[in-house]
């Protein structure tokens, strides 16, 4: 299972960015998907995450500000992010939890990683 995440750049304060993550390769069914964020010097902590049925949740300082959402027919998970800080800057990672034909059991799979910078 591959995931290629996209839609990282440079934002001004204030600004949006869309992020999208599209898994593929042997997937049998997705259960999880959401996506985590590492800023220089500090430890990955948890944006935003959906849930098969679509249940959300969402990390405090999120709320209100990002959104997630997938599409199951192209194995997407995007994130929209809106009132975006200088705080906000981080290269942000995908993950899905799925069966694949290689692998049965349910395993968590990461992106690359896209960097997301909110500078003047």
């Known amino acids: 299972v591959q995931l290629q995440a996209s839609g990282g750049g440079l934002v001004q304060p204030g600004g949006s960015l869309r992020l999208s993550c599209a898994a593929s390769?042997?997937?049998?069914?997705?259960?999880?998907m959401g996506w985590y964020r590492q800023a220089p010097g500090k430890q990955r902590e948890l944006v935003a995450a959906?849930?098969?049925?679509?249940?959300?949740n969402y990390a405090d300082s999120m709320k209100g500000r990002f959104t997630i959402s997938r599409d199951n027919a192209k194995n997407t998970v995007y994130l929209q992010m809106n009132s975006l800080k200088p705080e906000d800057k981080a290269v942000y990672y995908c993950?899905?939890?799925?069966?694949?034909?290689?692998?049965?059991?349910?395993?968590?799979?990461w992106g690359q990683g896209t960097q997301v910078t909110v500078s003047s």
């Open positions: 993950y899905v939890v799925a069966r694949s034909r290689t692998r049965w059991s349910l395993t968590d799979y």
């Open positions: 390769g042997g997937i049998l069914s997705i259960n999880r």
């Open positions: 959906i849930a098969s049925g679509n249940g959300t």
